[in-house]
């Protein structure tokens, strides 16, 4: 494949616009190659097809893409598909990738033994965005052709996500797809020719990145595994086994997957069994938001090493969270955690139909953001943080980072307002009103 030396793609549908210059190369892949290139101010990517006998059905899917407004953050939305002044060769404009994101592709080579692979805190909230995500192109009819891990990238530090190289998505039922599924990301009824990519399709696909995200390791390592003629059944280690051949010696995949909530893991285990022959008993979007979520917010630390994992027994409502909670084995090395102080949010927007409440174990780590207090809450706005106090660490505070006051009615009914930008010690039996909802705290102190 030559490239232009000198590539300035003008835009098809307004031609008197000045061209992008190209300035640096960013990558290269099997369908085409990526550069930075910028018009005065305005700097994108630019990915550059090769020649395909498929280029036109890629440049309309392209173009279907980008009449849509961007359906989550998490993606670099096609922007306009370019062409030489020749119009015999074509791109697509999209937002820049930020350095700090790194594929998950790579870190999947690394092995989860390493110590550069996110932690579970982080792995939870990108395996959310992915699954909003999910959400998000399923309400524009759009499904997933040929997603792989190389399509996802995570900022390690904070777990957001950016899904780049999106153009296999498509139409959903569209029965000639303008590329070929990737047999390891793909359900059986699309590897098999039985059925055109669709929502339910989208549901495997989106199961399988959700335990390479989470553990580390994808769940068959081998494809042969998971689609034979006769349904395959996946069985990974239970708490109390051994870890499996599956993963091998790295005991850090095995620990991760014990550290994950016992409604995950039988979620993964119902789409890798009955999830495979029938997409109709695959665990649905809305459902991993929610159990991932939940995860979330089930997370303490180990005070010996660090490694985060959930705490299995906030299943229930808000009631049992009054009770002492179990201590949790630390699936690494294998020590007493106990849990320290929770909230209980309690929402009060929808009287009608209240939700359960949410309950949150509190670390150091934990961030509560918009959609612990709203049902429509922006998923990446932080409404509230804790943190250890300066001179008695074992007690947390909350530091308010909204924009709106909270009201606080202590155990003795003393009350009182914490600002923006201020923090309230946690005390037992406080109730703090953050928007429309209550929280309760509960201090082990
Ligand atoms: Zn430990």
Redesign the pocket.
Request: charge should be neutral; include cysteine; glycine fraction near 0%.
């Given at each position: 494949m030559n490239y232009p030396t000198d590539l300035q793609p003008v835009p098809a549908s307004t031609e008197a616009c000045p061209p992008w210059q190209r300035e640096a190369p960013l990558g290269a892949g099997g369908t085409g190659a990526v550069f930075r290139v910028r018009r005065g101010e305005e700097v994108r990517a630019l990915k550059w097809y090769h020649p395909n006998p498929r280029a036109q059905d890629i440049q309309a899917a392209l173009a279907h893409l980008a009449q849509f407004p961007m359906p989550s953050s998490s993606f670099l939305w096609p922007l306009e598909v370019v062409h030489e002044a020749s119009l015999t060769d074509f791109g697509c404009l999209m937002p820049l990738r930020e350095g700090r994101f790194r594929s998950l592709s790579d870190l999947m080579q690394n092995r989860p033994t390493s110590a550069s692979y996110p932690a579970m805190r982080q792995l939870l909230r990108a395996a959310a965005e992915l699954t909003q995500a999910f959400e998000a192109i399923h309400l524009l009819n759009l499904a997933w052709c040929d997603f792989s891990t190389g399509n996802v990238f995570i900022d390690p530090a904070t777990g957001e996500l950016q899904l780049c190289d999106i153009d296999g998505l498509c139409p959903a039922e569209n029965l000639k797809p303008h590329f070929h599924p990737d047999p390891r990301f793909a359900a059986p009824e699309l590897i098999e020719g039985h059925a055109p990519p669709s929502s339910d399709s989208d549901l495997f696909t989106l199961a399988l990145a959700l335990f390479c995200l989470l553990v580390g390791r994808h769940p068959m390592e081998n494809p042969q595994l998971i689609f034979p003629t006769d349904a395959p059944r996946f069985h990974p280690p239970g708490d109390s086994a051994a870890p499996s051949e599956l993963f091998g010696e790295s005991r850090q995949a095995a620990a991760r997957w014990k550290a994950l909530t016992s409604s995950l893991r039988e979620a993964f285990q119902l789409e890798f069994s009955n999830g495979v022959p029938d997409p109709q008993s695959r665990p649905s979007t809305k459902f991993w938001l929610s159990e991932l979520r939940k995860a979330s917010d089930q997370l303490i630390d180990?005070p010996?090493?660090g490694?985060a994992s959930c705490v299995d027994t906030l299943i229930a409502s808000g009631v049992e969270a009054t009770t002492e909670l179990a201590p949790r084995l630390?699936p690494?090395?294998?020590?007493e955690?106990l849990p320290g102080a929770r909230l209980v949010i309690d929402r009060q927007l929808n009287k009608e139909n209240p939700p359960s409440p949410t309950i949150v174990l509190l670390t150091p780590e934990t961030k509560l953001y918009q959609y612990h207090f709203s049902r429509d809450g922006e998923p990446r706005e932080i409404v509230a943080q804790a943190q250890a106090h300066p001179n008695r660490p074992r007690t947390l505070g909350l530091r308010n980072v909204g924009n709106r006051s909270w009201k606080v009615v202590l155990s003795e009914g003393t009350e009182k307002q914490v600002d923006p930008g201020f923090v309230l010690e946690l005390t037992d039996g406080a109730v703090v009103t953050i928007g429309d909802s209550n929280c309760h705290v509960y201090s082990n102190q």
């Open positions: 180990c010996t090493d490694f630390c690494i090395c294998n020590r955690i």
